[in-house]
Structures are given as structure tokens and as C-alpha cells.
């Protein structure tokens, strides 16, 4: 069964490579292809749409975020000069509704960090602890799958520093300390200082979670190049529009800032 979005709704390379996720890449042929719940998902652009394989319909709907209007934030976010010109330059960005154990430990893994390291290490954690999908992928390992893990058992890895992090999060997850049907439930601030809780998660880590896993909009993760367009463009902090979905301005933001040499938008007058 094919799924098909119109390109002006979605736009894949945008989804995929704005730094929401580790799990997706582009083949030769243009086909993006996923590994998501344990399924291999894959996204080809035919004609105006976007034809998703692998999924139900409703997987499909709360995976990509489909029923929401992402033309209503645009029209919202206009108001700023420079986030308007973020939102041309980006539009087709959706905030993908992700796995939050998944989620958790890939942003875990994330830090200090670049693409490909992250995606070697997530690899590795899935074909040594992870179900076999088919000849070539592999799920990624549920907390109990990991039950009891140390830093030690992880060394294949080769995870760094992380490894004490996983071993921690799944450590305190499987004990109920950490339990994400409350984390979805708490308002950002108290969501924050919970996942905060776990040993290397910082408020960046636990935003990117909240925004990426739970559909917190108001999570605004912080990285060097958002640290960096805040400084040049919002030094005293986000325009009023951008109130309650300060996280998709942000990806909006982030993408622009990236693939326009730099921070070259437009000054705000």
C-alpha cells in the first residue's frame, strides 16, 4: 500500500537530513528508505507527491505529522521577517512523531557528536542488540531488550563516554524512575527536569526528546548553529509569533541557517 502527500506538504530530504533523526538515508535512485517500529519504511517523490511504502495509512498520519496544518504555522511565523524568509527557504520540514526510547538514546548518543558517528554508533547498537528485520536491518532494541546492561557490554560499540549515559537512561526507565506516559503528561518545564535525571542529559538532549518524541512545540533544543542565529538575530530572545511552537520555528530556523552559507538571512528592521 502506497501513502501519497503532495511535495508542497512534504518535503523528504528536508525531513529526514534537518536533524531530527539517524535512522534514514538516500539511495542512489532517489528512494529515502527508514527503519521505523521495527519496519523498513521507504519515501519516493513521484511527480507533485510523496509516496510512503511500508506503513498503514494511520502510522503514516501520526509518524509524519500529517494532520496538521504546517501552512498555519508558516502563516503565523510570517510575521518575522527573518522566519519568514526561514520558512520559504524550508517549508516541507515536518516534526516527525518518533519512538521516545529511540529518541532518547540516539540524542544520547548525538552529543559531541557528528552525522556519521551517530549513525555508526546507532548501527552498531542495533545489530548487536536489536531483532533482525531482514538480510540488511535491524530494529532498534526496546529498554528491556537491555535490561541490565553495562557501559562494559557496549563496548563494541564504540560509544565513548555515551555508553555510561545508555547504560544509565535504560537502567532508570526499566526501574519506572523514568516513565514516558508521564513525561507526555507533564507540562515542558517538569518534563525537562525528569529527563534531566538521567546521568549526560542536558536541557538540550531532553528538548530534542520533547520535541521530536512527545510533540512538545515549545521545546526550543539549543545547538551551536541555534546558539549562534540567536545571538545574530533574536539576542533578546524569540518574536512573540513564535509562542507555543518555538520548536518548529526552530527546525525551520536550524535548516535555513545551514544550507544558506551560514546566517544570512534577513535582518529583522
Known amino acids: 500500500m502506497k501513502i501519497k502527500v ?9 525531513t529526514f537530513f534537518c536533524g531530527q533523526c539517524f535512522r534514514w538515508c538516500e539511495g542512489e535512485s532517489g528512494v529515502f528508505s527508514g527503519i521505523v517500529g521495527g519496519k523498513k519504511i521507504t519515501v519516493s517523490e513521484n511527480g507533485e507527491f510523496a509516496e510512503i511504502s511500508g506503513f498503514t495509512e494511520k502510522e503514516a498520519r501520526k509518524y509524519f505529522d500529517l494532520d496538521t496544518d504546517y501552512g498555519e504555522y508558516i502563516k503565523r511565523l510570517s510575521a518575522d ?16 512523531r518518533q519512538e521516545p526510547f529511540e529518541t532518547l538514546i540516539s540524542f544520547i548518543i548525538s552529543q559531541n557528536n557528528n552525522i556519521p558517528r551517530i549513525s555508526g554508533i546507532i548501527l552498531r547498537l542495533c545489530e548487536n542488540f536489536g531483532e533482525k528485520i531482514d538480510e540488511n536491518n535491524y530494529s532498534f532494541p526496546t529498554a528491556k531488550q537491555l535490561f541490565g546492561i553495562t557501559a562494559e557490554d557496549m563496548s563494541p560499540l564504540r560509544a565513548g563516554f555515551r555508553a555510561r549515559y545508555i547504560a544509565d537512561a535504560v ?11 508521564e513525561i507526555d503528561a507533564l507540562p515542558l518545564e517538569q518534563a525537562r527536569e525528569k529527563l534531566k535525571l538521567i546521568t549526560g542529559v542536558g536541557d538540550k538532549v531532553a528538548d530534542c526528546v ?19 542565529l540567536m545571538s545574530e538575530f533574536y539576542p533578546n530572545g524569540l518574536p512573540e509569533c513564535t509562542k507555543g511552537i518555538e520548536g518548529i520555528a526552530q527546525q525551520y530556523l536550524f535548516d535555513y541557517v545551514r544550507n544558506n552559507n551560514g546566517l544570512k538571512s534577513e535582518k529583522n528592521e
Open 210 to 228: 520533547l520535541l521530536f518524541a512527545f510533540r512538545k512545540t515549545d521545546a526550543f533544543p539549543k545547538d551551536v548553529w541555534v546558539k549562534r
Open 81 to 96: 521577517k527573518t522566519l519568514k524568509a526561514a520558512c520559504q527557504c524550508s517549508s516541507g520540514i515536518r516534526i516527525l
Open 171 to 181: 537502567s532508570r526507565i526499566n526501574s519506572g524512575e523514568i516513565d514516558f506516559d
Open 6 to 14: 503532495k511535495l508542497t506538504e512534504i518535503n523528504p530530504r528536508k
